[in-house]
């Protein structure tokens, strides 16, 4: 579908990509990976057409529906509304469906041109899923956490983060034969990132994914492309494979690497000495071309490698066993709605706790209000004895001024309040955080995330806190930044309260859970599958009090099944004559007319289309075992694999219409 040839695209003098060549076959699930600024979303970009290539090509195969999210959504006009924002997400869509309704207008003058053009845009319409569209969206909106009362709001209402999920749901309800999500993840909570991912596993489509958060790339990738110091690898596998073969490939690069090093420094060292003599003169002109040719296929280290940081957390000064205590606890920013209401928990020494909810429940504001920066309005907010909070924003990066340097940034936190002494103890903290010599005089704007999460964390641990508040900290880290504040936080000994959308990260680190909803706030002492356990039992418990209590009581005696409580109801009712009973079938066998002529088509299509293609899959496998001298094995290769997917496609699309094809007519007999 997608074919990277040779492909290199500068900024300046900066080398983004190099010689870039990999395919994306159609039907596949492709996790984009590496480093923050490698030049991911530059591949996007190319494959949108919003950036050219300074060398090479990208052939794009079949014209496939592209469906990507835009950075800066707006309405059409002021009045807009969400919904109509959303519908407005397909291609063609409304003009489709106007075109449908002239046609409409124009059927009963029984001329045969309009009849065609009518089924042709009937059939254009049918494959954009037109008639169930707004449907669809309004699950994808509700999924993504907008209520139903938001759906009729003008969109120009909603903040950049919320628009930004409606720009998503309208991408994931247009069903795009090619779908490229950059980050995704970063917009959502925690609850709307699980929705997410149970909505992508059902995508039928070919999938490219930007992402850092390990569950989306675990659950829904099976290829991996790493892209880093300019280059794009392809991994046949899935992430564990690709995390554990990257590292095997790694140690071959840095012996190559240091294999060609030596060499060139063996080389420069002839060169040096016999340069000036007459004698040697061209024999050391002959070893400079060939360090020339080495610096040119120069080996170079991928950038996360030469980025390896470290996250030494301290042991936390002693407290008392309560941390915090909250008792009826409300907080209102404009004192009339409130955005916490009788609040009451507790938080103990040791505890590691993850607070989840949807969005503008009040998650910031909680950390807020326990960290001191703002107060409740009502109850009682109690920090424990020898307490001492250290709050990391989700606006972190924002707080560090980006023209001081690293070393200006720690002193003065270090200098405000620790109870550390002398500059080689300072020096020591720099180090542990991993921050060198080189890196302590770098000004903190340019900074990567990881750095500057780093950096935020030095600041936190040099007023000695015991315990940790973070918000979203994982937002600006890479998978190997995540990796390292993980099992940092891990083997913490302090008490943290963290808010992650990453359900990787709060998997590993959380041992008990603080749900926030709608109706208040429930704890949870297990970690997050506990959780997940606890509200599934929840919503079924609540599903089986939604049942009327005459059916529960039913159901009680005697634990009739359907088909006792449907031979029961037979019974008692009045025998019907054979011509009623005839009447009855042949009313069923109308209603359901269309769906089973429907039905038989899809099945005998299906079976004609998996016929041409196993021939063709045939052929293709001949040429692939039995190759000719002109052989292109790739392409043989990529042709076989994709005829088995559309042999799989049309076998499913099959299996599913001839078995609710059997269903419907064994019921209407």
């Known amino acids: 579908m997608l074919d990277f040839q040779d492909i290199s695209v500068h900024y300046g003098l900066q080398d983004v990509l190099s010689n870039v060549s990999f395919r994306v076959n159609k039907g596949e699930r492709v996790g984009v990976v590496g480093p923050n600024g490698s030049g991911k979303s530059t591949l996007f970009k190319i494959i949108l057409g919003e950036m050219s290539t300074d060398h090479g090509e990208l052939v794009i195969e079949e014209s496939p529906r592209i469906g990507s999210t835009r950075q800066n959504p707006e309405p059409d006009s002021p009045d807009e509304t969400l919904l109509e924002y959303a519908l407005r997400g397909v291609p063609g869509f409304h003009e489709l469906d106007a075109r449908m309704r002239e046609l409409e207008q124009k059927l009963d003058s029984g001329d045969k041109g309009v009849l065609k053009e009518y089924g042709e845009v009937q059939t254009a319409f049918e494959h954009l899923g037109g008639y169930d569209l707004e449907t669809r969206v309004k699950v994808a909106l509700g999924g993504l956490g907008f209520s139903v009362e938001e759906f009729s709001k003008p969109f120009a209402s909603f903040s950049g983060g919320w628009r930004m999920r409606a720009e998503l749901s309208r991408v994931l309800a247009s069903h795009p ?8 993840s970063n ?43 300019g280059t794009c690898t392809r991994y046949e596998g899935d992430l564990d494979w690709y995390l554990r073969e990257r590292e095997l490939r790694y140690q071959q690069l840095v012996q190559a690497k ?28 002959s070893r400079q071309k060939l360090i020339d040719k080495i610096d040119e296929a120069r080996i170079v280290l991928p950038k996360r490698y030469s980025q390896r940081g470290r996250l030494r957390l301290a042991d936390p000064p002693p407290s008392g066993i309560e941390m915090f205590r909250c008792e009826e606890m409300s907080f ?33 504001t909680l950390m807020r209000l326990i960290a001191g920066t703002r107060k409740p309005t ?17 606006e972190f990066a924002e707080t560090i001024p980006p ?70 900290p994982t937002t600006h880290l890479d998978l190997d930044g995540r990796r390292l504040l993980q099992e940092a936080l891990q083997n913490y000994k302090g008490t943290i309260l963290l808010v992650s959308h990453d359900i990787d990260f709060v998997r590993a680190v959380a041992t008990s859970v603080l749900e926030i909803t709608h109706d208040g706030v429930r704890s949870f002492p297990g970690g997050y599958d506990y959780y997940c356990e606890k509200k599934a039992q929840r919503e079924t418990a609540a599903k089986m009090a939604a049942v ?32 009623e009973l005839r009447q009855q079938r042949a009313a069923a066998r109308a209603k359901i007319a269309p769906r089973v002529k429907e039905l ?64 419907l007519t064994k019921n209407a007999d």
């Open 332 to 364: 209102s920013y404009d004192g009339v709605r409130n955005v916490l209401h009788d609040v009451t928990f507790n938080v103990t020494r040791g505890d590691k706790v993850a607070v989840i909810g949807y969005n503008g429940l009040g998650k910031t």
């Open 187 to 229: 917009y959502l909570d925690l609850p709307a990132v699980d929705w997410l991912q149970k909505f992508l596993k059902q995508y039928q489509g070919t999938l490219m994914l930007i992402s850092h958060d390990r569950y989306l790339l675990r659950t829904l990738t099976d290829i991996i492309v790493e892209v880093d110091a």
């Open 378 to 394: 009502a109850g009682k907010a109690i920090l424990g004895h020898n307490v001492v909070t250290g709050y990391l924003s989700q």
């Open 177 to 184: 034969d090619l779908l490229l999500l950059d980050e995704p």
């Open 258 to 285: 240091a294999n060609q090093d030596h060499h060139r420094e063996q080389l420069q060292r002839f060169v040096d000495r016999f340069r000036a003599q007459a004698t040697k003169a061209a024999q050391a002109q």
């Open 600 to 663: 038989k088509r899809i099945v005998e299509t299906s079976e004609k289309k998996i016929d041409e293609l196993q021939a063709a899959l045939d052929a293709a496998s001949e040429e692939l075992f039995n190759p000719k001298p002109t052989t292109d094995f790739a392409e043989a290769n990529r042709k076989v694999r994709t005829l088995q997917f559309e042999i799989e496609r049309y076998t499913a699309d099959w299996e599913a219409a001839a078995t609710e094809l059997e269903e």
């Open 403 to 472: 023209d001081v340097s690293v070393y200006k940034v720690a002193k003065a936190a270090w200098q405000g309040g620790s109870s550390l002494t002398g500059e080689k103890n300072f020096r020591n903290q720099l180090g542990a955080f991993g921050f060198d010599e080189n890196d302590v005089e770098k000004p903190s704007g340019v900074l990567s995330g990881g750095e500057k999460i780093r950096l935020a964390f030095l600041r936190l641990f040099l007023s000695a806190p015991n315990f940790l508040l973070l918000d979203e």
């Open 548 to 579: 009327p209590v005459s059916g529960r009581a039913q159901q009680g005696r005697g634990d009739l099944t359907g088909t006792d409580r449907s031979q029961r109801a037979a019974s008692d009712a009045p025998a019907l004559t054979s011509k």
